[in-house]
C-alpha cells in the first residue's frame, strides 16, 4: 500500500483544517489592531521608535503576567473553550475602542493605546498556549512539524495581510471603521474554532479533574528538573526571544529614526521579514525531515549571525529584501523547529503548562530585551545592537552543535581524533562489518584509558558506553563523561542499567560493552560476562567483535602516563545468536575475539620469516594480514552468506582440531562433494592443517563415477553440501573406507553433524606440511578414458601462487566473480587459492544466468572473472543481442566506436563503452580464460570494451597453468607466455613439452602411466601440438589425440576447422573429429566430419523442417570452409544435432561419446 504523503494528511484532516483558518483570523486581528493602534499614535505626532516599541511592549506584557494562569488553565479546563473566548474578548473590545478613544482628549489617548494593547495581548496570552496545546491531539506525531509550519506560514500572511489591508483600509474609511472590521475578524474565528471535535480523551476538549494551581506549576518545575531536552529547549526560547527581540526592536528604531521611514514603509519591510518567515515554513514543513534538528537551529543561527553582522550595509530597498527575507527564513525556522519538539517531548496533561512557562519566560526577556533597546537607542548606535545580536547568535549556534551528539562524535572523531591519531597513529580494519544505519552492540577487549577514544574515531557514528561506578568517581572525568554517551552501571542494579542500554540500542542507536567489565592487569583477555548476551538476545541487534591491539602497551590502567605507539582496531564478522543460550553467545564472543587478539599478535611479529617454506604458516599469515576482509561470498536465494579471511581461518582451525581429535592421520583421503561456496573453504584448509590429502569431486558426476574415483582414492571423510546429502549417503553404503560424513553449509540435520556445529580442542593442533607433500588428488575430466587421480603437492601449488602473484597485480580491493566448479584446478588454485593469496574477495553465484550474474558483478564491484571460452561466448552474445535491440542510430554509433576502440589506449576505450562495462558491474579489470580455445573474435570484442581476455593454457597435470596472457603482455590468439617458474619447449613432433615447480608428482596408483606423460629428463609430455611466436606467445595448433589422418596420408587437427566454423552466426555449437565410411568406395575411409547445433533463431525459423534446417547448414559450413580452410580440410560430411553435445564438468566437448552419438544415428553415409 502507497504511504499518504505528510502533506496530504495533514490536509485531509477535517479538525485540524478548522484550527488552522480559526488561528489565521485570530493572527489577523491581531495584526490589525496592532497596526491600527501605531498608526494612531503616529496621528498625533508620535513618530519615535521608542513609542513603537511601547505598543509592542504593552502587547508581550500580558503574556509574562498571566502565562502561566493560561497554561494551567488550558490543562485543566476545554482548550477548545479558551481559545474561543479569547477570541470574544478581544472582539468586545475593538468594538469599544473607537468610541472610548473619540470621547477622551488628545492627553489621554497614548494611555489609552498602552491599556488597549495589554487587554488584546492578554486575550491572545490566553490562545496561544491554548492552540499550541491542542494542536498534538489534532494531528499524528510525524505529522507535526508540517502542521505547525503550515500555522506558522499561513499565520504570517495573515500578519502581513493584516498590516497591508489596515493600511489601506484606514488611507479610505478611517481608523474607527477599521476596528469595526476587526472585531468581525475575532468574531469569525470563535465561530470556526468552536466548530472543532476534538477526541473524547484529550485534554483539549474536556474539564480535568481540579487540583491547585500551585501544585500544577511545582509538578511542572520538578518535571523539567528531571528532564533535561525539554529543560534545554525552554532555555533555547529564551535565547531565541533575546536575539529575535533585540533586532524587531533595533529594526524599528533604525526605520523610523536614522532612515525617517513611515507607516509605509515600516509596513513594507515587515512585509519583507513576512515572507522570509513564509518561507522558512517551507523549508522545515518540506526540507526539514531532510535535516537533523540540530542542524537546522545551528543553520538559523548562523544565518542570523551573518545577517545582522552586515547590517550597516544594507542601505537599499533592494539589499532589505535579501537582508530581512534570510533573517525572516532563519526566524521560522527555529521558531517552528523548537515548538514542534516541545510538543512531541511533553505530555498531554502539562502541555499547557509547559507552553505557559515557555511563554512567561520569554514574554520576560521580550519585555526586558524590547525595554532595553528602547534606552540604548537613545545613547548608542543601533548598529552596535545588532553586532550584538550577532555575536549572541553565533555562540548560540555553538552551544547548539555542542550538546549534540552527532556533532560531538563529529568533534571527538575530526579534531580531537585528528590530534590523537598523530599521538597514537591508528589502524582501522574491518569498517565494513559497523552498521551504518541502525542497532548494533560493539563487544571488546578493554585495553586501557584510550579504549573509548579508539572505538569513537574508528566509528562514524556517536557511540554510548556502558560504564562501571568507578569512572564517576574520578574528579574531573564524572563531569566529562556524562555528557558523552555514557550508560552507567550502579553495583547490585546492573540489569538497570543493560535495560537502558536496550532502549538505546532499539532506538537505533550503537552500544558499546566490554564484556570483561574492567580493563585487563596483564594484556590478556580474562572472563567474558553474560550481559553483552543479555543485550543482543533481548534487543535483537548484531554483535560486532573488536579487538585494539596496543591499547594495553599505549596506557595501561596502572600507568601514569602513555606511552605514544602504534595501535590497531580490528572489527570481526557480526554475531547473530539470538536463540543460543547466554553461554553459547559469551563464549562463540569471547572465542571470535581472542582468535582476532592472537592473529594480530602474530602479524605484529611476523617480519622476517620465509612462509613459503611452511603451507600451515603462509595460510595463517594471508589469513592475520587481511584477517577482517572478506574472503568468500555466496549468494542463494537473494541473501548473501559471507566469511572473512579470520572467520574462515578461524573456523577451519576449529574443524581441523576437532578432526585431528577423532582420528584422522597424515595422509588419510577427506573427498569434498559439493557446489561451490563459502564452506567449502573451511573443509579444505581444515583438510590442509589435519595433514590429510584432499579430493575435490565434480558434482555432475553419475553416482557410479564418483563410487569409482572414491573406490580409487579410499577416503576416510566426505564432506557435502545440504544439496548433495542423499547422493553422498548412497556413496557411503558404496564405498566401505568412508567412516563419515560432514555437512559443511549452516544447515541443521539430525543426523549428520555441520561444520559450524562441531567443536575441537582450543588451541593450535595444526600439523606441518611440506612442499613435496600431496596436498590434493584431482581426477581428470576424462575425455579420453577413465579419469586419472592427479596428485598435486603444496609445492605446485605455492608454484602457481607466486607466479600469479608476480603477474596479476591483485589486492584486497579487487573481486572476483567464480562459476567454475572448485574441482576445476584453475578455479582451486587460481581463482580460490590465488586470490585468497593476494587478500581480494571471491563470490559465488548459484546461477549461470548471464543477467543473474550481471547483478552479482555489480553487487561485488567484480574485477575479474575466470571463464571458459563457452560462457565467455554466451556473454557476447548477451552484449550483441542487447546492442541489436536498441534504435539503428545507436547501433551506427556502436559500430563506429568498435571500429576506431582499437587504435585507442585501453582508459579511452573503458570510457567510450562505460554503459556496456556498467553491465559488468563497472570495475571489470579483464577475464582469464582457460580449459578449451577461444575464438579470436570473441577475444577481440572484449579487448575493443576494455575488458580484456586472458587466455590461458595448462593441464591438471601441471596444478593447471603452464602459459598465460597477461596485463602487461597479451596477444589475441595465443596462449600467452610460460609462467616464470616454468619452462616450455616444442619436441622434433611439434609436442608441447614442459617442466617446473607447477608439475605434478605423479597419477594416484598409477605409475605406470605417469612414466608415459614425463619422461626421464622431467618434461610432461601434454600431448597437445603448438609453436612459438618471434615474441615467445605460445599457439596450440592441435591435439595429437584428436588428429585426424586422411587416406592419402593428410594431417588435420580438428580444432584447426573448428576455428573457422564456429565464426557462423547460425551455429551455436560444434565438434569436427573423423568418422569411417561404411560401406561404397570409400568403405573405412576417414573422413572429416562436423557435427553442428543449429542457433536458437535458426531452430525457430524452420520449426519442424527439419530437412531444410540441414540444407541451410550445409550450405553456410560448405561455404565457410571453402573460404577459410585448404580443400582437404573442409568436412565432407555435416550431421545436425537438435541437443546440446556432451561435455565435461569444464565445458569442454567429449569428442568419443559424439562419435559414439553420430555412428549410432546414422549407420551409413
Keep these: 500500500m502507497k504511504k499518504e504523503s505528510k502533506t496530504l494528511a495533514v490536509f485531509k484532516n477535517k479538525e485540524f483544517i478548522k484550527l488552522w483558518i480559526g488561528q489565521i483570523f485570530s493572527y489577523l486581528g491581531d495584526a490589525i489592531v496592532q497596526i491600527a493602534l501605531m498608526a494612531w499614535v503616529i496621528s498625533l505626532g508620535g513618530h519615535s521608535g521608542s513609542e513603537m516599541s511601547k505598543i509592542l511592549f504593552f502587547f508581550i506584557l500580558p503574556s509574562l503576567l498571566l502565562s502561566p494562569l493560561a497554561g494551567a488553565l488550558s490543562d485543566r479546563f476545554s482548550r477548545k473553550t479558551l481559545m474561543v473566548l479569547s477570541n470574544l474578548f478581544r472582539a468586545c473590545l475593538v468594538f469599544i475602542i473607537p468610541v472610548l478613544l473619540f470621547s477622551k482628549s488628545s492627553t489621554h489617548l497614548h494611555t489609552?493605546?498602552?491599556?488597549?494593547?495589554?487587554?488584546?495581548?492578554?486575550?491572545?496570552?490566553?490562545?496561544?498556549?491554548?492552540?499550541?496545546?491542542?494542536?498534538?491531539?489534532?494531528?499524528?506525531?510525524?505529522?507535526?512539524?508540517?502542521?505547525?509550519?503550515?500555522?506558522?506560514?499561513?499565520?504570517?500572511?495573515?500578519?502581513?495581510?493584516?498590516?497591508?489591508?489596515?493600511?489601506?483600509?484606514?488611507?479610505?474609511?478611517?481608523?474607527?471603521?477599521?476596528?469595526?472590521?476587526?472585531?468581525?475578524?475575532?468574531?469569525?474565528?470563535?465561530?470556526?474554532?468552536?466548530?472543532?471535535?476534538?477526541?473524547?480523551?484529550?485534554?483539549?476538549?474536556?474539564?480535568?479533574?481540579?487540583?491547585?494551581?500551585?501544585?500544577?506549576?511545582?509538578?511542572?518545575?520538578?518535571?523539567?528538573k528531571t528532564h533535561k531536552n525539554t529543560r534545554r529547549l525552554i532555555i533555547l526560547s529564551i535565547l531565541l526571544t533575546l536575539v529575535t527581540a533585540s533586532f524587531f526592536n533595533t529594526l524599528t528604531s533604525v526605520s523610523t529614526d536614522y532612515y525617517h521611514i513611515d507607516i509605509a514603509g515600516l509596513s513594507k519591510l515587515k512585509a519583507m521579514l513576512g515572507v522570509g518567515m513564509i518561507l522558512g515554513t517551507f523549508v522545515v514543513g518540506f526540507a526539514g525531515k531532510y535535516a537533523r534538528t540540530s542542524t537546522i537551529l545551528a543553520c538559523s543561527f548562523i544565518a542570523v549571525f551573518l545577517t545582522t553582522a552586515t547590517a550597516q550595509m544594507v542601505t537599499t530597498y533592494y539589499l532589505a529584501w535579501i537582508w530581512l527575507v534570510l533573517i525572516g527564513i532563519a526566524n521560522a525556522s527555529m521558531v517552528i523547529t523548537i515548538d514542534t519538539i516541545l510538543q512531541k517531548a511533553t505530555p498531554d496533561r502539562i502541555r499547557g503548562k509547559i507552553f505557559g512557562l515557555k511563554s512567561t519566560l520569554t514574554s520576560l526577556v521580550f519585555l526586558a530585551t524590547t525595554w532595553g533597546v528602547s534606552e540604548l537607542v537613545l545613547t548608542t548606535s543601533p548598529f552596535k545592537i545588532f553586532k550584538f545580536v550577532s555575536l549572541t547568535s553565533l555562540l548560540i549556534a555553538?552551544?547548539?552543535?555542542?550538546?549534540?551528539?552527532?556533532?560531538?562524535?563529529?568533534?571527538?572523531?575530526?579534531?580531537?581524533?585528528?590530534?590523537?591519531?598523530?599521538?597514537?597513529?591508528?589502524?582501522?580494519?574491518?569498517?565494513?562489518?559497523?552498521?551504518?544505519?541502525g542497532k548494533m552492540i560493539l563487544a571488546g577487549n578493554h585495553t586501557g584509558w584510550v579504549d573509548t577514544l579508539i572505538l569513537q574515531t574508528a566509528c562514524k557514528r556517536p557511540v554510548w558506553y556502558i560504564t562501571g561506578p568507578v569512572a564517576f568517581q574520578l574528579p574531573v572525568v564524572k563531569h566529562i563523561i556524562k555528557y558523552f554517551n555514557v550508560i552507567p552501571i550502579v553495583?547490585?542494579?546492573?540489569?538497570?542499567?543493560?535495560?537502558?542500554?536496550?532502549?538505546?540500542?532499539?532506538?537505533?542507536?550503537?552500544?558499546?560493552?566490554?564484556?570483561?567489565?574492567?580493563?585487563?592487569?596483564?594484556?590478556?583477555?580474562?572472563?567474558?560476562?553474560?550481559?553483552?548476551?543479555?543485550?543482543?538476545?533481548?534487543?535483537?541487534?548484531?554483535?560486532?567483535?573488536?579487538?585494539?591491539?596496543?591499547?594495553?602497551?599505549?596506557?595501561?590502567?596502572n600507568k601514569p602516563f602513555p606511552t605514544f605507539r602504534k595501535i590497531v582496531i580490528q572489527f570481526g564478522q557480526p554475531l547473530n545468536m539470538t536463540e543460543a543460550e547466554d553461554k553459547d553467545i559469551v563464549n562463540e564472543l569471547k572465542n571470535r575475539v581472542q582468535f582476532i587478539k592472537d592473529s594480530l599478535e602474530r602479524r605484529e611479529k611476523a617480519l622476517n620469516k620465509n612462509y613459503y617454506e611452511n603451507v600451515l604458516d603462509l595460510m595463517q599469515l594471508k589469513s592475520d594480514a587481511n584477517a577482517p576482509v572478506k574472503a568468500l561470498s555466496l549468494k542463494d536465494k537473494g541473501k548473501w552468506t559471507e566469511l572473512s579471511y579470520i572467520e574462515l581461518s578461524r573456523q577451519a582451525k576449529n574443524f581441523g582440531n576437532f578432526l585431528i581429535a577423532g582420528g584422522i592421520e597424515r595422509g588419510d583421503r577427506i573427498a569434498i562433494l559439493s557446489e561451490s561456496r563459502p564452506e567449502w573453504g573451511i573443509a579444505l584448509f581444515a583438510s590442509f592443517q589435519t595433514g590429510a590429502i584432499t579430493v575435490p569431486l565434480d558434482v555432475k558426476l553419475t553416482i557410479s563415477e564418483l563410487t569409482s574415483i572414491l573406490s580409487d582414492c579410499q577416503p576416510k571423510l566426505l564432506c557435502v553440501s545440504t544439496h548433495y546429502l542423499e547422493t553422498a549417503k548412497e556413496i557411503k553404503s558404496l564405498v566401505p573406507s568412508i567412516e563419515a560424513i560432514y555437512i559443511i553449509d549452516d544447515v541443521k540435520d539430525q543426523e549428520f553433524p555441520t561444520v559450524y556445529e562441531v567443536k575441537g580442542p582450543e588451541g593450535d593442533m595444526g600439523r606441518e606440511r611440506s612442499l613435496d607433500e600431496t596436498a590434493l588428488i584431482v581426477?581428470?575430466?576424462?575425455?579420453?578414458?577413465?579419469?586419472?587421480?592427479?596428485?598435486?603437492t603444496f609445492g605446485n601449488i605455492i608454484s602457481q601462487l607466486k607466479d600469479f602473484e608476480a603477474l596479476f597485480k591483485i589486492d584486497s580491493s579487487d573481486s572476483l566473480i567464480s562459476i567454475l566448479p572448485l574441482n576445476h584446478l584453475l578455479e582451486l588454485n587460481v581463482g580460490f587459492m590465488g586470490m585468497l593469496h593476494m587478500g581480494a574477495m571471491v563470490s559465488y553465484s548459484t546461477s549461470l544466468n548471464p543477467k543473474e550474474i550481471s547483478k552479482i558483478m555489480k553487487e561485488r564491484q567484480a574485477t575479474y572473472m575466470i571463464v571458459v571460452p563457452l560462457f565467455i561466448k554466451m556473454l557476447k552474445n548477451s552484449v550483441e543481442k542487447e546492442i541489436r535491440k536498441s534504435s539503428k542510430q545507436a547501433?551506427?554509433?556502436?559500430?563506429?566506436?568498435?571500429?576506431?576502440?582499437?587504435?585507442?589506449?585501453?582508459?579511452?576505450?573503458?570510457?567510450?563503452?562505460k554503459q556496456i562495462i556498467d553491465g559488468f558491474g563497472g570495475k571489470m579489470k579483464g577475464f582469464v580464460s582457460g580449459g578449451a580455445p577461444l575464438d579470436a573474435d570473441v577475444a577481440e570484442f572484449f579487448e575493443r570494451m576494455g575488458m580484456p581476455i586472458y587466455q590461458g593454457y595448462g593441464l591438471t597435470e601441471t596444478s593447471p597453468t603452464i602459459t598465460t596472457n597477461t596485463p602487461k603482455y597479451n596477444r589475441i590468439g595465443s596462449v600467452g607466455k610460460p609462467l616464470p617458474s616454468v619452462m616450455?619447449?616444442?619436441?622434433?613432433?611439434?609436442?608441447?613439452?614442459?617442466?617446473?615447480?607447477?608439475?605434478?608428482?605423479?597419477?594416484?596408483?598409477?605409475?605406470?602411466?605417469?612414466?608415459?606423460?614425463?619422461?626421464?629428463?622431467?618434461?610432461?609430455?601434454?600431448?597437445?601440438?603448438?609453436?612459438?611466436?618471434?615474441d615467445g606467445f605460445l599457439y596450440i595448433t592441435g591435439r595429437?589425440?584428436?588428429?585426424?589422418?586422411?587416406?592419402?596420408?593428410?594431417?588435420?587437427?580438428?580444432?584447426?576447422?573448428?576455428?573457422?566454423?564456429?565464426?557462423?552466426?547460425?551455429?551455436?555449437e560444434l565438434c569436427v573429429m573423423s568418422v569411417k565410411i561404411q560401406g561404397g568406395s570409400k568403405d573405412g575411409t576417414e573422413e572429416v566430419c562436423s557435427v553442428i547445433v543449429p542457433s536458437d533463431e535458426l531452430v525457430k525459423k524452420y520449426k519442424d523442417d527439419f530437412a531444410g534446417l540441414e540444407k541451410e547448414i550445409s550450405s553456410e559450413i560448405n561455404q565457410l570452409a571453402k573460404a577459410g580452410l585448404a580443400s582437404y580440410k573442409c568436412p565432407t560430411v555435416i550431421a545436425v544435432s537438435l541437443e546440446e553435445l556432451p561435455k565435461t564438468a569444464t565445458r569442454k566437448v567429449k569428442r568419443k561419446d559424439v562419435q559414439a552419438w553420430y555412428y549410432e544415428r546414422y549407420s551409413r553415409v
Design 112 to 224: 489609552m493605546v498602552y491599556a488597549f494593547s495589554f487587554l488584546i495581548g492578554s486575550g491572545s496570552a490566553f490562545f496561544f498556549p491554548a492552540k499550541q496545546s491542542a494542536l498534538p491531539n489534532l494531528v499524528k506525531s510525524e505529522h507535526l512539524q508540517f502542521a505547525n509550519a503550515l500555522n506558522a506560514g499561513t499565520s504570517t500572511i495573515a500578519i502581513l495581510l493584516g498590516a497591508v489591508i489596515t493600511g489601506l483600509y484606514i488611507s479610505k474609511f478611517g481608523l474607527d471603521k477599521s476596528l469595526w472590521v476587526n472585531g468581525f475578524v475575532y468574531l469569525t474565528s470563535a465561530v470556526i474554532i468552536s466548530l472543532i471535535s476534538f477526541n473524547n480523551s484529550s485534554v483539549a476538549s474536556k474539564v480535568t479533574p481540579k487540583t491547585d494551581i500551585s501544585t500544577g506549576i511545582k509538578f511542572v518545575f520538578n518535571y523539567l
Design 398 to 437: 555553538l552551544a547548539v552543535v555542542l550538546f549534540d551528539n552527532k556533532f560531538r562524535h563529529f568533534t571527538v572523531s575530526t579534531f580531537i581524533g585528528a590530534i590523537f591519531r598523530i599521538l597514537f597513529p591508528v589502524k582501522i580494519e574491518g569498517r565494513e562489518y559497523l552498521v551504518q544505519n
Design 491 to 557: 553495583p547490585r542494579k546492573g540489569r538497570e542499567g543493560l535495560d537502558a542500554a536496550i532502549n538505546k540500542i532499539e532506538k537505533g542507536e550503537v552500544v558499546c560493552i566490554f564484556p570483561e567489565g574492567r580493563l585487563t592487569e596483564d594484556g590478556n583477555l580474562m572472563k567474558f560476562n553474560k550481559g553483552v548476551a543479555y543485550m543482543h538476545k533481548n534487543s535483537k541487534a548484531l554483535i560486532v567483535p573488536f579487538v585494539i591491539q596496543g591499547g594495553f602497551e599505549a596506557w595501561a590502567y
Design 779 to 792: 581426477y581428470t575430466s576424462g575425455t579420453t578414458g577413465n579419469p586419472k587421480g592427479v596428485m598435486i
Design 891 to 913: 547501433q551506427s554509433t556502436f559500430n563506429f566506436m568498435y571500429n576506431v576502440a582499437k587504435y585507442l589506449p585501453i582508459r579511452r576505450r573503458r570510457l567510450m563503452f
Design 984 to 1030: 616450455v619447449k616444442i619436441s622434433a613432433e611439434g609436442e608441447i613439452l614442459a617442466k617446473g615447480g607447477n608439475l605434478m608428482k605423479g597419477y594416484y596408483n598409477k605409475s605406470e602411466m605417469t612414466r608415459e606423460v614425463i619422461d626421464e629428463e622431467g618434461w610432461f609430455h601434454t600431448g597437445d601440438i603448438g609453436e612459438f611466436d618471434k
Design 1040 to 1068: 595429437i589425440k584428436n588428429m585426424i589422418v586422411l587416406g592419402g596420408g593428410k594431417k588435420i587437427f580438428p580444432e584447426e576447422v573448428e576455428a573457422v566454423l564456429e565464426k557462423s552466426p547460425i551455429v551455436k
